[in-house]
């Protein structure tokens, strides 16, 4: 029964900087830009996170930080795929580059040389830190970060269906020019949902460097940001679609933990393919069946149809 | 032209530039109010150009725009609709997954508290709005569900909720039915008697005479002039429009029908969805005649077209050239068999627009070993291969074999396909929308290139939305409607009344 | 035309203005993180050409990012984005690496195997992500940086495994010595050879303190073939025809599936190929326990971008990438500025040139400017004057 609550305790902890990630990629596909550069702004928010929460001592200002610093690099993004009709995914790649660069640099650069963090205070768990200690539900007591997910998914799905920035932003990532000619401006929807998209991926990244650990490390995001791509696929651009598939992808690496603690016969090695490989068999199972916002990754110069 | 507040609109000088190319130099148009003034002139002649300039989509470099007697400066979509401007774009501008209600308030949504929408208020709106002009629309469907006609009505509602008094129409009624047609100058006659103005982009000229007051010709950009189209006809419009006396008649020579050359049994094909979109679908087209398939878009002509170039699966029935099954193999079985098509988007399906037009003429005949033995290619025997289409086809610029094919215009991208299509000699010709997007002197070109191949013996079918196309080329007439043949007539045998019922899925009688 | 004009709008200036730009903004980056960016620049600079045994470094680490270039470069003109020549990279080290240490065959066919066994790795990871697009549509990055993770852990499975560990240490064991590229190998530690090089110093050098191999002559040569095949052949049009318009290409008969898993197949064989001839050419000829990623594949796509995705292209661009990575380390090591300022620089380099726009827009600028200065001289003296420049 113990390990049923850890398993489920871990499969929380890890689907929550997916949900981030993918709550990220949401917002900005619906508005017709994709971004690959997911994974880099959660990197950033990575080094942000822990940078701000050690200095200030105060893990909310590391995770508000994180936001912002996502948002910034995201803008990067924003002028590239919206202002200058870039290719949108040579963008995003060169943000995956930029920011790991970037990160460790400023790492450095704050830590004496050091290519990782000091541990930093760490936000708070739900229940407080003995919260449910010595029950069978400890593990339930999950990371604050978990079910701040949970809420901006909630929140980013009712401004998607139920109000009119929810409208636009969809009819812009569906057929832009429609939207023009009513008036909407979609450079400036395309704009805001980048930055909120780069200001989700750094909140993810800080779930990671302040939340499960305690620190920035180099590997501290090692492929999530490209995970929780797959999982807006796999959720068909839905909040709560992503949300899930997160979840998933989440509960397999939690697999990865649990199994490779035991006297289990898989090498370790092997085991954390585990993820990775699910991502490409959910990917072959449900792309078919998915489809993307029209507009998605087709920049938008006026005057063109 | 005074400036007055008996108009409704009043552009005068109107100078556009892209770059170095000048769409529109000095064009004047005055619209009185209450009136269906139509603009014509020729694809490419800067009709819908200058209606972009009136809805804001594009800022004139030189001229005035006057309303009701004021000088109006509109610098965007938003604010030509708070000068009661609304335009129906020809490419309707509508979000395919959205509903009726969503896609008309969309920009302009009806709210409750802080932005959150009252979709049960704004059905009511739009229901008020579909009744009073009798537009009978359901709000709750989504666009993907609806017909072409029915869509046509959302846009002009969607203008209406914006409290239009000015409706531009671009080419509304390139994808409709006679029938369909018939209804919108309806409701466009109704407009106007509830006090609302009509700007009609067109090239067609039967639709001017039966709906509009006054025309307005453009050509290349300069201002022809504006007729009272009671006093004019059709043949001094289309003089005016093209600069030269043109024949509206296609000329050719009976047919003289050899064997049949294709032949289709019970076809069924999918689409991309999963319906069915030809259905049990029969039809014979034999050498030296043009086999023309008349019908609304939608209708299964492209799996039709498809399934023959093997780009989509049949799921029964059979496809034969020539006796040799071709059904379910692949595109290349289907050109070596003697089947040459000239597609309905040529951007999509036609050209590799990167490559240059060298490159371009040999996209399925480079496997040849006319132009290279094994993996090599030459490059010298496809420039003077492309050299002789150019000649024989007069496409412009001569000398264009290493320009890049984006490059070219619209017609000489659908003579560089013609000419890759017929240079093969095929025993088929299919052509799809051959003539989309053309201006005259490039239809007449076409035409007469079906008509030669024809009488070169090649069987050809046409498939077109343009009625009048089918009705002018063939030799034989088919209706397609609902993935099935309809009927079947010989030229001259049928009138358009019958075949726009038939379109429509009415009874022949 | 203008001259000026005419070398704004021209490929080569959009990279210079990327590489441009990267400087700078590094030079901005270190400023405001204390360190002087001219003395960076010039260790930068002094790290990578300072000494023969520099440069020939430089041109050994060019051989790995110059094929993962290439391969990137050939998938992104037939229409694929190849980010997973990383992967590819990997399982090319590791397959050679387990040939090459189970075979122990005679120079002439133990090196055209592992070398193969390379090929292969890298070739079926790529046909895997290229059937998964052309058979289920999905998308060739998301797929490809998955292969990278699988290729990754792999690799480490295999270090590990009791057959290929090398005891007491985090590396697989090496290869036969049969499998190796380096130059005149066993001859420069001879006596002879050693007698022979006392009289040459920059050649002692670069034999004896480098690994200098066989590999980067491969590598132009494969770059060479590439671009052979990409203008010259038919196969290189098809898959040129699929990579532009997937539709026409379809439509004129041209089998689109066929081509893109051979297009992903290639590029995956020319990164296997550039872990083989790592395995082969460099010490210690093995593979080891892999931290992070080792950025092969990355840097490859940055020389392809610079270069336009021009093979040929290619060459320069590796050079000047190696150069840049190698030359960063004395960066470090002299002026105690992170090294990792050349990721920046890098990665800003790569985003400049995804901004199509720039050189372009600039062009417009001299031209309008042009057209002014000549209106302006127009009006002055009522006449237009004629056009100095063609």
């Known amino acids: 029964m113990e390990s049923f609550f850890l398993l489920i305790g871990i499969t929380l902890m890890y689907s929550t900087p997916l949900v981030f990630g993918a709550l990220g990629g949401v917002i900005s596909e619906r508005s017709g830009v994709t971004n690959i550069g997911i994974e880099g702004m959660m990197v950033i928010g990575a080094i942000a996170g822990a940078a701000g929460s050690y200095f200030t001592g105060n893990p909310w200002v590391g995770f508000l930080a994180a936001g912002v610093a996502g948002a910034l690099v995201a803008l990067l993004h924003a002028v590239a795929s919206v202002s200058f009709a870039a290719d949108q995914t040579i963008s995003g790649v060169a943000i995956n580059m930029l920011a790991p660069g970037l990160a460790l640099f400023a790492c450095r650069s704050f830590f004496e040389g050091a290519a990782m963090s000091p541990i930093a205070p760490k936000l708070p768990k739900v229940l407080g830190e003995s919260g449910l200690a010595g029950t069978p539900f400890v593990n339930l007591n999950v990371n604050v970060t978990t079910v701040l997910a949970l809420i901006f998914a909630i929140i980013m799905w009712f401004v998607l269906y139920r109000t009119k920035w929810g409208l636009r932003v969809r009819a812009v990532g569906e057929h832009p020019a429609a939207a023009d000619t009513l008036g909407i401006n979609v450079y400036k929807v395309r704009y805001v949902c980048v930055l909120l998209s780069g200001m989700f991926a750094g909140f993810g990244g800080a779930s990671v460097s302040i939340a499960i650990i305690s620190q920035f490390t180099q590997t501290a995001i090692s492929g999530q940001g490209f995970i929780a791509m797959a999982a807006v696929i796999f959720g068909k651009w839905t909040p709560f679609g992503a949300y899930g598939a997160c979840l998933l992808f989440g509960f397999t690496q939690a697999l990865v933990i649990i199994l490779g603690g035991g006297d289990f016969v898989v090498p370790s090695q092997i085991l954390s393919m585990l993820p990775y490989a699910m991502t490409i068999i959910v990917l072959v199972l449900f792309v078919g069946r998915s489809v993307a916002p029209k507009a998605d990754g087709i920049p938008y110069i006026k005057g063109s149809r | 032209m005074e400036v007055s507040s008996e108009y409704a609109v009043q552009m005068h000088g109107i100078v556009k530039r892209f770059n170095t190319f000048t769409a529109l130099d000095g064009v004047d148009l005055d619209v009185r109010k209450q009136t269906v003034h139509a603009i014509l002139g020729e694809n490419g002649a800067g009709k819908t150009t200058l209606m972009n300039i009136l809805y804001g989509l594009y800022q004139a470099d030189e001229g005035t725009i006057h309303m009701g007697g004021k000088e109006v400066a509109i610098t965007s979509p938003t604010e030509a609709i708070e000068h009661g401007i609304g335009m129906v774009h020809q490419h309707f501008m509508l979000v395919e997954n959205f509903t009726v209600t969503e896609n008309i308030i969309l920009g302009d949504e009806v709210c409750g508290a802080a932005g959150v929408l009252d979709m049960r208020k704004a059905r009511e709106e739009v229901m008020a709005l579909s009744n009073e002009y009798g537009f009978d629309v359901d709000p709750d469907a989504r666009i993907q569900d609806i017909t072409v006609g029915m869509q046509q009505r959302v846009e002009i509602l969607k203008a209406l909720y914006r409290g239009a008094e000015i409706l531009i129409l671009d080419e509304p009624t390139a994808v409709l039915t006679p029938q369909e047609i018939d209804k919108l100058i309806e409701i466009m006659h109704d407009l106007i008697a509830k006090g609302k103005t009509i700007i009609i982009i067109t090239h067609k000229l039967r639709e001017i005479m039966q709906s509009a007051d006054e025309c307005s010709i453009i050509r290349r950009g300069v201002y022809m002039g504006t007729v009272d189209v009671k006093t004019s006809s059709e043949t001094e419009l289309a003089s005016k429009m093209v600069g030269r006396n043109v024949n509206l008649t296609v000329e050719k020579t009976p047919a003289h029908p050899g064997d049949v050359v294709l032949s289709i049994r019970g076809l069924t094909v999918k689409d991309d969805r999963g319906i069915e979109q030809v259905r049990g679908l029969d039809l014979d087209v034999r050498s030296g005649e043009i086999v023309g398939i008349a019908g609304i878009d939608g209708n299964g002509q492209q799996e039709l077209v498809d399934a023959i170039t093997n780009l989509a699966k049949a799921e029964s029935g059979s496809i034969k050239m020539k006796g040799k099954e071709l059904t379910n193999t692949t595109p290349r079985n289907t050109f070596v068999s003697g089947v040459a098509t000239i597609p309905s988007d040529r951007h999509r399906w036609g050209l590799v627009l990167p490559f240059v037009v060298s490159e371009n003429t040999v996209l399925e005949r480079h496997v040849d070993d006319e132009f290279g033995k094994g993996i090599n290619l030459d490059y010298d025997k496809l420039r003077s291969y492309t050299t002789d289409l150019i000649k024989q086809f007069d496409i412009r610029p001569v000398g264009c074999e290493d320009e890049r094919m984006s490059g070219l215009s619209g017609g000489n991208q659908q003579k560089a396909i013609i000419a890759r299509m017929v240079s093969s000699e095929p025993e088929l010709l299919i052509a799809f929308q051959p003539t989309r997007g053309l201006d005259v002197g490039a239809i007449e070109f076409v035409h007469k290139t079906l008509i030669a191949e024809r009488d070169r013996g090649a069987a050809i079918l046409l498939i077109s939305f343009e009625l009048d196309e089918v009705m002018d080329v063939s030799d034989t007439i088919a209706v397609i409607y609902h993935g099935q043949i309809t009927g079947t007539f010989a030229q001259g045998t049928v009138d358009e009344n019958k075949l726009g019922l038939l379109m429509a899925g009415g009874e022949a009688k | ?390």
């Not at chain 3, 694929?80 to 240490?101: D, H, K, P, R």
């Open chain 3, 1 to 390: 035309m203008s001259k000026l004009e005419k070398f704004l709008r021209s490929r080569f200036a959009a990279a210079l203005f990327a590489v441009l730009v990267g400087f700078v903004i590094s030079a901005v980056v270190l400023a405001v993180a204390g360190y002087d960016p001219i003395a960076s620049f010039a260790a930068l600079f002094n790290g990578s050409f300072g000494k023969p045994k520099y440069i020939s470094n430089v041109i050994i680490k060019a051989t790995p990012i110059l094929l993962t270039g290439v391969s990137v470069a050939f998938a992104f003109k037939t229409g694929l984005f190849n980010i997973g020549a990383e992967g590819q990279y990997i399982l090319g080290t590791t397959l050679a690496t387990m040939v090459g240490v189970t075979l122990n065959l005679p120079m002439p066919f133990q090196l055209p195997l592992v070398l193969l066994a390379g090929i292969v790795g890298g070739a079926a990871l790529g046909a895997f992500v290229g059937w998964l697009k052309a058979k289920f549509g999905i998308h060739e990055v998301i797929t490809s940086i998955m292969c990278n993770w699988i290729a990754f852990y792999f690799c480490n499975f295999i270090v590990n495994t009791k057959t290929f560990h090398k005891p007491d240490s985090s590396s697989a064991l090496p290869v036969n010595p049969s499998s190796y590229t380096t130059i005149l190998g066993t001859w420069k530690k001879s006596e002879a050879g050693k007698e022979f090089l006392k009289g040459i110093p920059w050649l002692r050098e670069i034999l004896l303190k480098t690994d200098i191999n066989a590999g980067f002559a491969v590598a132009i040569l494969v770059a060479v073939i590439i671009g052979f095949v990409l203008t010259r052949t038919k196969l290189g049009y098809e898959l040129r025809a699929v990579g532009f318009n997937r539709d026409a290409a379809r439509f004129s008969g041209i089998p689109v599936e066929r081509n893109i898993v051979l297009s992903m197949l290639i590029a995956g064989a020319i990164s296997g190929l550039a872990g083989a001839l790592t395995i082969t050419g460099i010490a210690p000829h093995t593979i080891s326990l892999l931290a992070a990623m080792e950025s092969y594949g990355f840097n490859g796509m940055s020389v392809a971008f610079i270069a336009g995705c021009s093979p040929i292209g290619c060459i320069p661009a590796s050079i000047m990438f190696s150069a840049l990575i190698y030359g960063g380390m004395s960066v470090q090591q002299s002026l105690g500025a992170p090294s990792d300022i050349i990721n920046i620089m890098i990665g800003t380099i790569v985003f400049c040139t995804a901004l199509p726009g720039i050189t372009p827009v600039l062009a417009d600028l001299v031209h309008k400017k042009r057209e002014e200065r000549d209106d302006a001289r127009t009006t002055k003296n009522g006449t237009p004057l004629p056009e100095k420049e063609a």
